[in-house]
């Protein structure tokens, strides 16, 4: 199996027009052209004031995602982001194969994909893919900072939502955000294989 990841970025872009105060005046004034130039200059601002409204919504979503990122506020700056572990690089756009195998529990087996940091925030990515036997007992009831995608493979899996089992077959996808808690096992009598991507903050540093 083969991933592919691709780091891409979005840029806002703006066009402005420039209103010329002076169009609104005809060719034929009458001497006194001060109440027609205040007229015109008023409907020039207006007009301006106008496009710049436009301009300012069209540049909401990038404000709003700026605002999103450590240390924009009073609050972030009070209640820092983890920092990423010194030894976690910043993952590129590149594919990538699956690793050599790991387990800390038996009948569980993993692989790892990719684990690093993304350039743009604080936002640790990693990806595995596990295969669980029949009977093999689930990990213990968890909670995140980051959040899970799980896609089934082939068999069928059980994943665990603060209190609900909900049911997996091939080809279903499960979401469980920060804070959750969850535990995935094998829900059939062959082999359960899935893919798990996790996205958000880097964890803590366990004791």
Not at 57 to 66: K, R, T
Request: negative net charge.
């Amino acid at each position: 199996m083969l991933v592919y990841l691709h780091c891409g970025e979005v840029r806002p872009i703006m066009g402005q027009k420039t209103l010329d105060p002076n169009a609104a005046l005809t060719p034929h004034q009458t001497p006194d052209r001060a109440p027609l130039q205040k007229s015109a200059q008023k409907s020039a601002q207006t007009t301006s004031q106008k496009l710049d409204r436009r301009a300012f919504a069209s540049l909401m979503p990038a404000l709003l995602a700026a605002a999103a990122l450590p240390g924009h506020s009073a609050e972030a700056q009070a209640n820092p982001a983890p920092k990423a572990p010194a030894d976690l690089p910043v993952l590129e756009s590149n594919t990538f194969k699956p690793g050599p195998p790991y387990g800390s529990l038996p009948k569980h087996v993993s692989h790892h994909y990719l684990l690093g940091m993304l350039q743009a925030g604080n936002i640790r990515l990693e990806m595995h893919e596990t295969t669980q036997d029949p009977g093999a007992v689930h990990e213990p009831t968890e909670t995140h900072l980051h959040s899970e995608i799980w896609l089934v493979r082939e068999g069928v899996a059980e994943l665990y939502i603060n209190g609900v089992i909900h049911r997996m077959e091939a080809g279903d996808v499960g979401l469980v955000c920060a804070g959750d808690k969850h535990w995935v096992r094998n829900g059939g009598d062959t082999q359960v294989t899935y893919f798990v991507v996790t996205v958000g903050p880097p964890e803590p540093a366990k004791a």
